[in-house]
């Protein structure tokens, strides 16, 4: 099997190199930061140390069959530096784009978020959500730097499939749960770390931050079936949607969550202050109805494998 490009060595880059490893396709991840001793240490993984912004990519795309696309700048990382975070996500993302289109690469995957319609969710429901919901272009605009790279970028990848014929899929993924339990940086790694620390302290707990808490119900997916998903749109015979929603189905609100967690490392009680209505991650929008997982399901063969459960036990249980 031909060689697999991964740009980003994080979280779900190596549960791509993981899954590649193992079904023996050589892959190499290329990164600013070194992956875990662990999966450098896999067969078929290379690792070389590179900006996507300044690294001569024809050279890293010689004999590459497919790309897959992580490297970004999360949001946190957005709001402390917003351009530059705009430059390795747009920016980064088209030149990628475009190397593959020169190189004569097959397939383009990359990781976009389910964030880029939060902000259409008043007009949306009460029917599952499409990839495709109709938003205006003003009052639905995104509503956070990090949703507006990943439109963008989604819309990048569209272009470079209408008008150059290379083969591109995004997937809109939920709230990735999962990681370095010690220093998340995701804004659902900061909350479910916090309350599994409030869990195992016990007693009483206040959610002081804006950014953790939503009303109404939210989704989640796990590291791992972000990985698969990957795979998935990159084995796909005709993914002809481009653009896809990946999460697991089940929508928890955030005292489901404080209850699955107490059920696991200890009971506590939680609170948050009054405030309006709002969406998760501090979006201003409650979500008014699930995703629509059916073209995922359809067109790559892909439903998620892990429930919240699962992946609290996976990624917490030794911290």
């Not at 140390?49 to 946190?76: F, K, Y």
């Amino acid at each position: 099997m031909s060689r697999i490009l991964i740009t980003g060595a994080g979280l779900i880059g190596q549960q791509c190199a993981r899954l590649l490893s193992a079904r023996g396709q050589a892959c190499t991840l290329v990164d600013i930061r070194q992956p875990s001793p662990a999966v450098l240490a896999m067969p078929g993984v290379e690792f070389v140390e590179a900006d996507i912004l300044r690294a001569p990519l024809n050279g890293l795309l010689d004999g590459v069959d497919g790309v897959l696309h992580t490297a970004a700048m999360l949001s946190t990382g957005l709001r402390a530096d917003p351009l530059r975070g705009l430059e390795v996500n747009i920016l980064g993302t088209a030149r990628l784009l475009e190397a593959c289109r020169a190189a004569g690469v097959r397939r383009f995957v990359q990781a976009s978020s389910a964030t880029v319609v939060y902000a259409g969710f008043p007009v949306l429901g009460p029917g599952p959500i499409p990839e495709d919901a109709s938003l205006g272009l003003v009052s639905h605009r995104p509503g956070s730097l990090y949703a507006l790279t990943k439109q963008s970028c989604e819309h990048l990848a569209l272009l470079w499939r209408d008008l150059y014929g290379l083969s591109t899929v995004s997937l809109r993924f939920a709230a990735v749960v999962g990681g370095d339990a010690d220093t998340p940086t995701s804004v659902p790694g900061r909350l479910m770390s916090r309350l599994i620390a409030a869990a195992r302290a016990g007693g009483a707990h206040l959610l002081d931050d804006p950014f953790l808490w939503w009303d109404g119900t939210e989704e989640f997916i796990d590291p791992r079936d972000c990985g698969h998903a990957m795979i998935a749109a990159l084995d796909a015979v005709d993914p002809a949607q481009g653009v896809y929603a990946i999460a697991n189905p089940k929508g928890w609100t955030l005292d489901a969550v404080a209850a699955e967690i107490a059920s696991r490392f200890g009971a506590f009680t939680l609170t948050v202050p009054d405030h309006p209505p709002s969406g998760f991650a501090g979006f201003a929008h409650v979500r008014p109805a699930p995703t629509d997982l059916s073209a995922a399901a359809r067109e790559l063969g892909f439903s998620a494998r892990h429930e919240l459960g699962d992946t609290l036990q996976t990624w917490w249980s030794a911290a």
